[in-house]
C-alpha cells in the first residue's frame, strides 16, 4: 500500500497530463475552416466585344471584366470557362457551370434559367454586302438565305417567328459574316456591335449593316432554374457596381457609349441611405443582444423589412435606368446613322441646287426663241404637252425642284444638329424661334400623321436667349410628341405659338393640343421622375421630368393646364438675354 507521499505525487503527476493534454486534444478534435466555394462562370469565346478568348488564351471582354468587379466586391471567387456557345447552354443545365454571364432574355428562356437584372442592351441588325438590294425590315427576308449564330437569342426568334426566309446556322457571329462577305448568304443577322467589332477585326470591308435594329433584347447573367441564392448575390453586385461608377467605367471602356454619370449629392445620400444605415442598425442590434433577446428581434426584424423594401426600390430603379439606356444607345446610334448617310444625301441635293439655277436661265433663255416660234406658227408640242401649257409649266416646275432640294437640305442639317452630342453648357446665345421651326420640321411626318390642324405662329423680333441649342430643342420634340399621341384623332388640332413678356423679361412659348386632356391628380406629378400614364405603351415617365431638368437649368419654367377631355396647355418661359450679355 503506497504512503501518504507517494499518494501526493501521483496526483500532482496527474494534474500536469490533464494540463499539457487537454490542450492537445481541443487542437485535435477542433473542425478545419471552410475554403470559400469556387463559382464557375461560363461564356462564349467568340462573342467579342462582350466576351472572347484573346490573343493570349486569357478571357476577356466587357462581360469579363464585370464579373471580376462582381466577385471583388461580393468577396466570392470565380473561375472562367470560356467555349461554344451551345456547349455552354448546355453546360449549365447540366451543372458544369454555376452561372453564364452573358444571356439575351427571353420568355422561352426565362422557363429553364433564372436572368438577374439586365447589365447590358444589345441590339441586333443585318448585315449585308454592299452591292446587295436595299432592305428596311425582317419581312423582306423572305425567301433569302440569312446565316445566323446557332443557338443564339436571334435564332430562338426567328424560329419562334416561323421565319420564312433560309436560315444557315454558324458555330460563331464571325462565322454568319465570313459566310456573308463570302456570298454564300444572302445576308447576316447579328448583334450590332459585335458585328460592326469582327468587321473591323476580320477587315471584312465589304459589308454594312443594313437594318441597325431589327430586334433589342435584354443581356443578363443566367443561372440554372432556382439558384435565388447565387442571381441575387450577382444581382447585388451589379446594383453596387452601378451607385459606385465603377459599372459605368467598364461600359465604356468596352461599348462606348456614353460617359459614366456624375455622382451628385442625392446618388450618395441614396447610398448611405441603403448601406450605412442598415449597417448601423445592425451593430445597434448586436450591442444590445446581451441585454435583451426581445429587444434584439424587434430591431431585427423591422431593419429587415426596411432593407428589403430599399432593395425592391433599387431593383426598379435599375430597371427604369436600363430603358434610360436604351434610349441613349438608340440616340447614338441615330447619330451614327445621321453622319453615316449626311454625305450621300448632301451630295445628290448639292447637285439638285447647283443645277437647277443653270437649268432655269437656259429655260429663260430658250422661251424667247420658243415664244417667238409660237407667235409665227402657233401653238405645237413640247415634252408630249401643248407648248401653251408648258411655257407655264416648266418655270414653275423648276421653282418646286429647287425648294425641295432646299427642304432636304434643311431637313439633313436639322437632323445632324439634333444628333450631336455637343457641349450640354449654356453659353450659347438661342433664337427661340428658330429652335421651335427645327424642332417642327424634325417631327413634320409625326405630326401629319396625328392632326390635319396644325399651326404655328411665330412672334416678330423675339429677343434672344442664353441657352443650349440641342437641349431646348430635345424638350420642344417632346413636348410636341405628347401634344400629337394625346389626339384621338386627326381632327383634333395642335397650335404652337411664341411670344414675349417685357415686364417679366422672358420670351415664351405656348402649345395647346386638343387631345384627350389631363386628370387633377395626375396633373401635378407630370415632372415626377418615372410617373408615366402611358406605361403599356411603352413610356418610362422620364421625358417630361428631363424637359422639366433642362428649362430649369436654363432660369426657365414649365407649367401644364388641361380640361380633360378636352385640350392640354403647355407653357413654357425662358429669361431672355441681358444687354451686357448681348454685348
Same mark, same amino acid.
Not at 462573342?47 to 471584366?65: A, F, L
Not at 392632326?451 to 434672344?464: C, I, K, N, Q
Not at 389626339?487 to 395647346?512: F, K, N, Q, Y
Not at 402611358?534 to 431638368?549: E, P
Given at each position: 500500500?503506497?504512503?501518504?507521499?507517494?499518494?501526493?505525487?501521483?496526483?500532482?503527476?496527474?494534474?500536469?497530463?490533464?494540463?499539457?493534454?487537454?490542450?492537445?486534444?481541443?487542437?485535435?478534435?477542433?473542425?478545419? =475552416?471552410?475554403? /470559400?466555394?469556387?463559382?464557375? +462562370?461560363?461564356?462564349?469565346?467568340?462573342?467579342?466585344?462582350?466576351? @472572347? #478568348?484573346?490573343?493570349?488564351?486569357?478571357?476577356?471582354? @466587357?462581360?469579363?471584366?464585370?464579373?471580376?468587379?462582381?466577385?471583388?466586391?461580393?468577396?466570392?471567387?470565380?473561375?472562367?470557362?470560356?467555349?461554344?456557345?451551345?456547349?455552354?447552354?448546355?453546360?449549365?443545365?447540366?451543372?458544369?457551370?454555376?452561372?453564364?454571364?452573358?444571356?439575351?432574355?427571353?420568355?422561352?428562356?426565362?422557363?429553364?434559367?433564372?436572368?438577374?437584372?439586365?447589365?447590358?442592351?444589345?441590339?441586333?441588325?443585318?448585315?449585308?454586302?454592299?452591292?446587295?438590294?436595299?432592305?428596311?425590315?425582317?419581312?423582306?427576308?423572305?425567301?433569302? !438565305?440569312?446565316?445566323?449564330?446557332?443557338?443564339?437569342?436571334?435564332?430562338? @426568334?426567328?424560329?419562334?417567328?416561323?421565319?420564312?426566309?433560309?436560315? /444557315? &446556322? !454558324?458555330?460563331?457571329?464571325?462565322?454568319?459574316?465570313?459566310?456573308?462577305?463570302?456570298?454564300?448568304?444572302?445576308?447576316?443577322?447579328?448583334?450590332?456591335?459585335?458585328?460592326?467589332? #469582327?468587321?473591323?477585326?476580320?477587315?471584312? /470591308?465589304?459589308?454594312?449593316?443594313?437594318?441597325?435594329?431589327?430586334?433589342?433584347?435584354?443581356?443578363?447573367?443566367?443561372?440554372?432554374?432556382?439558384?435565388?441564392?447565387?442571381?441575387?448575390?450577382?444581382?447585388?453586385?451589379?446594383?453596387?457596381?452601378?451607385?459606385?461608377?465603377?459599372?459605368?467605367?467598364?461600359?465604356?471602356?468596352?461599348?462606348?457609349?456614353?460617359?459614366?454619370?456624375? +455622382?451628385? *449629392?442625392?446618388?450618395?445620400?441614396?447610398?448611405?441611405?441603403?448601406?450605412?444605415?442598415?449597417? =448601423?442598425? &445592425?451593430?445597434?442590434?448586436?450591442?444590445?443582444?446581451?441585454?435583451?433577446?426581445?429587444?434584439?428581434?424587434?430591431?431585427? !426584424?423591422?431593419?429587415?423589412?426596411?432593407?428589403?423594401?430599399?432593395?425592391?426600390?433599387?431593383?426598379?430603379?435599375?430597371?427604369?435606368?436600363?430603358?434610360?439606356?436604351?434610349?441613349?444607345?438608340?440616340?447614338?446610334?441615330?447619330?451614327?446613322?445621321?453622319?453615316?448617310?449626311?454625305?450621300?444625301?448632301?451630295?445628290?441635293?448639292?447637285?439638285?441646287?447647283?443645277?437647277?439655277?443653270?437649268?432655269?436661265?437656259?429655260?429663260?433663255?430658250?422661251?424667247?426663241?420658243?415664244?417667238?416660234?409660237?407667235?409665227?406658227?402657233?401653238?405645237?408640242?413640247?415634252?408630249?404637252?401643248?407648248?401653251?401649257?408648258?411655257?407655264?409649266?416648266?418655270?414653275?416646275?423648276?421653282?418646286?425642284?429647287?425648294?425641295?432640294?432646299?427642304?432636304?437640305?434643311?431637313?439633313?442639317?436639322?437632323?445632324?444638329?439634333?444628333?450631336?452630342?455637343?457641349?450640354?453648357?449654356?453659353?450659347?446665345?438661342?433664337?427661340?424661334?428658330?429652335?421651335?421651326?427645327?424642332?417642327?420640321?424634325?417631327?413634320?411626318?409625326?405630326?401629319?400623321?396625328?392632326?390635319?390642324?396644325?399651326?404655328?405662329? @411665330?412672334?416678330?423680333? *423675339?429677343?434672344?436667349?442664353?441657352?443650349?441649342?440641342?437641349?431646348?430643342?430635345?424638350?420642344?420634340?417632346?413636348?410636341?410628341?405628347?401634344?400629337?399621341?394625346? &389626339?384621338?384623332?386627326?381632327?383634333?388640332?395642335?397650335?404652337?405659338?411664341?411670344?414675349?413678356?417685357?415686364?417679366?423679361?422672358?420670351?415664351?412659348?405656348?402649345?395647346?393640343?386638343?387631345?384627350?386632356?389631363?386628370?387633377?391628380?395626375? *396633373?401635378?406629378?407630370?415632372?415626377?421622375?418615372?410617373? /408615366?400614364?402611358?406605361?403599356?405603351?411603352?413610356?418610362?415617365?422620364?421625358? *417630361?421630368?428631363?424637359?422639366?431638368?433642362?428649362?430649369?437649368?436654363?432660369?426657365?419654367?414649365?407649367?401644364?393646364?388641361?380640361?380633360?377631355?378636352?385640350?392640354?396647355?403647355?407653357?413654357?418661359?425662358?429669361?431672355? &438675354?441681358?444687354?451686357?450679355?448681348?454685348?
Amino acid at each position: 500500500m503506497p504512503s501518504r507521499a507517494e499518494a501526493q505525487v501521483w496526483r500532482l503527476l496527474l494534474f500536469f497530463s490533464l494540463c499539457f493534454c487537454w490542450p492537445m486534444t481541443a487542437a485535435a478534435v477542433q473542425p478545419p =475552416t471552410p475554403k /470559400t466555394p469556387v463559382i464557375i +462562370v461560363g461564356g462564349d469565346r467568340d462573342y467579342p466585344p462582350y466576351e @472572347y #478568348i484573346d490573343k493570349n488564351g486569357q478571357p476577356s471582354g @466587357y462581360n469579363v471584366e464585370l464579373t471580376k468587379a462582381i466577385a471583388e466586391v461580393m468577396g466570392i471567387k470565380v473561375e472562367f470557362r470560356l467555349g461554344g456557345w451551345s456547349e455552354m447552354r448546355e453546360a449549365l443545365q447540366s451543372g458544369k457551370i454555376d452561372v453564364l454571364q452573358g444571356m439575351s432574355y427571353s420568355e422561352e428562356r426565362a422557363g429553364q434559367v433564372d436572368f438577374s437584372l439586365p447589365h447590358a442592351i444589345v441590339n441586333h441588325a443585318v448585315f449585308a454586302r454592299r452591292d446587295s438590294p436595299n432592305v428596311n425590315s425582317l419581312a423582306e427576308l423572305e425567301g433569302k !438565305t440569312v446565316a445566323v449564330h446557332r443557338g443564339g437569342i436571334m435564332h430562338d @426568334y426567328l424560329v419562334s417567328q416561323k421565319f420564312g426566309g433560309r436560315l /444557315t &446556322l !454558324t458555330e460563331t457571329p464571325a462565322d454568319a459574316l465570313r459566310q456573308l462577305a463570302a456570298g454564300n448568304t444572302d445576308y447576316a443577322i447579328v448583334a450590332i456591335v459585335p458585328g460592326m467589332y #469582327i468587321i473591323r477585326e476580320l477587315k471584312l /470591308t465589304n459589308l454594312i449593316p443594313a437594318v441597325r435594329n431589327v430586334a433589342t433584347q435584354r443581356y443578363c447573367y443566367a443561372v440554372d432554374k432556382g439558384n435565388t441564392e447565387l442571381l441575387s448575390r450577382f444581382n447585388e453586385g451589379l446594383a453596387i457596381l452601378k451607385k459606385t461608377g465603377q459599372y459605368g467605367l467598364i461600359y465604356n471602356k468596352w461599348l462606348g457609349v456614353l460617359e459614366p454619370q456624375q +455622382v451628385d *449629392l442625392r446618388t450618395i445620400a441614396r447610398y448611405a441611405a441603403v448601406v450605412v444605415v442598415p449597417l =448601423t442598425l &445592425l451593430l445597434g442590434g448586436f450591442a444590445l443582444w446581451s441585454r435583451t433577446l426581445h429587444g434584439q428581434v424587434a430591431l431585427r !426584424t423591422a431593419d429587415l423589412t426596411r432593407e428589403i423594401a430599399e432593395r425592391r426600390h433599387a431593383e426598379e430603379e435599375l430597371r427604369l435606368n436600363q430603358q434610360q439606356l436604351l434610349q441613349a444607345d438608340k440616340m447614338a446610334a441615330l447619330g451614327v446613322l445621321v453622319s453615316g448617310v449626311a454625305h450621300e444625301i448632301n451630295n445628290p441635293t448639292g447637285l439638285i441646287l447647283l443645277e437647277v439655277p443653270t437649268l432655269k436661265r437656259f429655260q429663260a433663255d430658250a422661251a424667247k426663241v420658243l415664244e417667238r416660234y409660237y407667235r409665227e406658227n402657233g401653238d405645237f408640242s413640247c415634252g408630249g404637252l401643248p407648248y401653251s401649257r408648258m411655257q407655264e409649266e416648266i418655270p414653275r416646275s423648276l421653282d418646286k425642284l429647287q425648294e425641295a432640294g432646299k427642304r432636304i437640305k434643311r431637313i439633313v442639317d436639322d437632323l445632324k444638329d439634333f444628333a450631336r452630342q455637343g457641349d450640354s453648357s449654356c453659353s450659347e446665345i438661342v433664337d427661340l424661334n428658330a429652335v421651335s421651326q427645327a424642332a417642327v420640321r424634325l417631327v413634320e411626318p409625326t405630326i401629319r400623321k396625328a392632326t390635319e390642324h396644325f399651326s404655328a405662329e @411665330y412672334a416678330e423680333e *423675339l429677343p434672344r436667349i442664353l441657352g443650349n441649342t440641342q437641349r431646348i430643342e430635345q424638350v420642344l420634340v417632346n413636348l410636341i410628341l405628347n401634344a400629337c399621341q394625346a &389626339l384621338p384623332d386627326t381632327s383634333r388640332a395642335i397650335e404652337l405659338s411664341t411670344g414675349h413678356d417685357r415686364e417679366r423679361g422672358v420670351v415664351i412659348l405656348r402649345l395647346r393640343d386638343e387631345g384627350s386632356g389631363i386628370s387633377a391628380e395626375n *396633373l401635378a406629378r407630370l415632372t415626377d421622375p418615372f410617373f /408615366t400614364t402611358k406605361r403599356d405603351m411603352g413610356g418610362t415617365g422620364l421625358g *417630361l421630368s428631363v424637359s422639366a431638368g433642362i428649362v430649369k437649368e436654363h432660369g426657365g419654367t414649365l407649367e401644364f393646364d388641361s380640361i380633360p377631355g378636352r385640350e392640354t396647355i403647355v407653357t413654357m418661359t425662358l429669361p431672355t &438675354l441681358k444687354e451686357e450679355n448681348a454685348t
